[in-house]
């Protein structure tokens, strides 16, 4: 049997971030990737992007990850607008006056892993162990056993970070609640006839059947689109020809974007909220996805999981510094306590603004029209969106000392 203080359950960015932000103590980890053997490579053809906050780009700046220029997927302002004629918010890096002069930028999920995995190598941690789904959890009041086929291994502490991927729920005991949106995002790389003016413009665009997103990429006049759909829509556009899938998509663009003239890496997948819950006395927490999967509206999810990462890492780096229980409930509901707020403000917004956005009625839409209006014509307002949706203003309870740290070094330079 073999022995570690962390089990960590994943191998995606959110699992190796955690690994990288314990530092030296990473060493006391054992790193699993819960994916089955014969589980099949992402399908390249397929458009894969996560839209960083700059919150979250300095995050991985300070854990060594070395990223580069976005160019062109930098993100230099949000426009957020509804279906028809109506006002338009826009939110600039202006409004934070942020050194980087962006709100954000947008990275290939494969670049973004190599990177993280990449810093991991180098530094020589630990690698992860291709194990494959858990098979076998008992608890016990000092430590864990998790079993695969042939293995066994004992544990202070079991980490869920697979991205919620590997169904562990009713295995590791957790607590669920969710809701099916009956809605399926179709993602795509799309290119325009012709280049925005001024900065690279991100744009969540809302429609009956849900947001309409737009983030720039690295290629200058392409976009990342992801489009929320009934699933009778989304799997029909997947299949059509490119005519008929461009002029569909143009009769719904929003404004100030050029008309839609190429498409591929069409793929689409189902919408849904879920919330996992640990008992902290279970020696079991969560991460990322594995503890929220969100809607994609505002891409928040990856920017929530590095947040988790870098939190819990702190917390545990104190911990064995101390020489104390990594697993005990202290530690763990500590976490909990922490994270709350920032969870639950990003789900109360991704969820309300779905669901407002998504009743299709004359009165509520003059009402969002005019709720717009007055968003645009409210700088205060504005930059307290732009700075929440950024990663630079994290509830008081939630706040991460290392990101004040990095946030007061921009401020001053």
Known sequence: MESAEIAVLGNGPVAQSLVLALGEYGVSC???????????????????????????RRLLDGLGVRLGDPGAGAIGRVQISQAGVGPRVELSHRLLQAPEKRLGEVWPLPVLSAAIAQTLQERGTIAAQPWGPLQGFSWHPDHVQLRWPGRQVRARLVV??????????????????????????LIARVRVASEPQGERCAYEHFLASGPLAFLPVEAPREFSLVWSLYPSQAAALLYANDFVFLQKLNAVRPQ????????????????????????????????????????????????????????????????????????????????????RRDRLEIIAFTEGMNRLFGIDLTPLHLLRAAGLAALQWSPTVKTRLAARLAGLRLPVDSSIPDLDVENAAHARS
């Open 256 to 339: 100030g974007l050029a008309a839609v003239t190429e498409v591929r890496n069409r793929g689409f997948y189902p919408l849904h909220f879920q919330q996992y819950l640990a008992v902290p006395e279970t020696r079991v927490t969560l991460l990322g996805n594995a503890a929220q999967t969100l809607h994609p509206l505002a891409g928040q999810g990856y920017n929530l999981g590095l947040r988790d990462s870098v939190t819990l890492a702190a917390l545990l780096r104190e911990i064995l510094e101390r020489g104390e229980d990594p697993g005990g409930t202290g530690v763990l509901q500590d976490f909990q306590r922490i994270r």
């Open 30 to 56: 054992i790193l699993v990737d819960t994916r089955p053997a014969t589980a099949h490579a992402p399908d390249s053809s397929v458009e894969r992007t996560v839209a960083l906050a700059l919150g979250s």
């Open 160 to 185: 869920l970070a697979d991205g919620g991927h590997g169904h562990l729920g009713p295995l590791l005991g957790l607590q669920r609640r969710g809701w099916d949106h009956n809605r399926h995002a």
